[in-house]
């Protein structure tokens, strides 16, 4: 089943027709980031087989201006995926292999002194890129992944007590290894939270396997060739429509009513943090507008509470040595929490 979903239905605090109480029905704006959005994972889907659910998840994120932490094993796609989205945007795309004496010069840039010009000029890294991909980061000491993560939050890197803005659209795509501990550095919970989701990619099923092993290039290749369908620009405005996607009353007290649940959960020792609940509602104004509604239900909140808030729980040490995962107290909340009812008038 698509995370997406249909456009079917409509939210409490609208009427049942599913229309904004007071608000004229524009539909063209809505229609617009639709088509632009299926076009984006269209194209990526030339290049990546079997895989649109994270496809999607991926150009929700993208436009939402959030980061992906995408823990998986080698070899199943990850640095594709984040090419082929660069090149989809015609965005700029960059790599950096996180490993043990990375510095994180190497990642921001540093300061050259110009004997020409008898100053110091500065030498953008990697990180000055639309769709940045940090491979293996947890590899990384802390000095270096807090480099990263000024640039993740703040949208602008330090160097030499000088600020050097990002550009828009910026999105990290970090990888790590689930079965691999050994010389990694765990990240602290300030880093996952600034990540809108975390995902895993898997394995592809037989059948779109069986595709890549008959095609005659391998996907990397292909994902080079790929041409872009939207520009830069195109994904800074559809970013900043969602803002515009509307959010009724009592979902806004639907999605107050799932962070408290997860603040008081015996079964966590760390809940919902407002930026994450903010994180919720941004992906879930996305994933409507992406399927051609102005408004958000249950349902957007739902389908996205799997990959936006796991990664930002911590369970006690008790539930951990029983066995008991994030996701499966994700799972509890929303089987316990009761959905908003929408108006009838």
């Given amino acids: 089943m698509s995370v997406l979903g249909d456009n079917r239905g409509g939210p409490a605090g609208l009427t049942a027709d599913g229309k904004v109480p007071g608000r004229a029905a524009a539909l063209g704006p809505a229609t617009d980031f639709q088509e632009t959005f299926a076009s984006i994972v269209a194209n990526i889907e030339t290049v990546i087989r079997g ?135 765990r990240l602290p919970e300030a880093q996952l939270d600034r990540f809108l989701m975390q995902i895993a990619i898997g394995y592809p099923d037989r059948g779109a396997e069986e595709q890549i092993l008959e095609s005659q290039a391998g996907t990397a290749g292909r994902a080079d060739r790929l041409g872009a369908v939207v520009s830069s620009l195109a994904i800074t405005e559809m970013s900043a429509s969602l803002d515009r996607v509307y959010v009724a009353p009592q979902l806004r007290r639907y999605l107050l009513d799932l962070a408290a649940a997860t603040r008081s959960h015996p079964s966590l020792a760390l809940g919902l943090s407002p930026r994450g609940l903010l994180a919720l509602q941004r992906a879930a104004r996305a994933r409507a507008a992406s399927v051609g509604r102005q408004f958000c239900t249950p349902d957007d909140v739902k389908e996205l509470a799997g990959v936006v808030l796991p990664h930002r729980l911590l369970v006690t040490a008790e539930a951990r040595m029983r066995g008991v995962a994030p996701a499966e107290v994700v799972t509890e909340i929303l089987d316990s929490v009761p959905l908003p009812r929408p108006n009838r008038n």
């Fill in 51 to 185: 895989k649109a659910d994270v496809i999607q998840l991926l150009v929700l994120a993208l436009v939402c201006d959030g980061h992906v932490l995408i823990e998986d094993v080698p070899g199943v796609g990850k640095t594709t995926l984040g090419k082929a989205l660069a090149r989809s945007v015609d965005g700029r795309f960059g790599r950096v292999q996180f490993t043990p004496d990375l510095l994180p010069t190497d990642v921001t840039g540093m300061s050259v002194w110009n004997r020409a010009a008898e100053t110091f000029e500065f030498r953008a890294g990697p990180i000055f890129s639309d769709v940045l991909l940090a491979d293996e980061i947890n590899r990384a000491s802390p000095k270096t992944q807090s480099a990263l993560l000024e640039a993740m939050a703040e949208r602008q890197v330090t160097s030499d007590g000088v600020t050097h803005e990002l550009g828009s659209p910026f999105m990290v795509i970090a990888t790590q290894n689930p079965i691999e501990h050994e010389g990694t550095y």
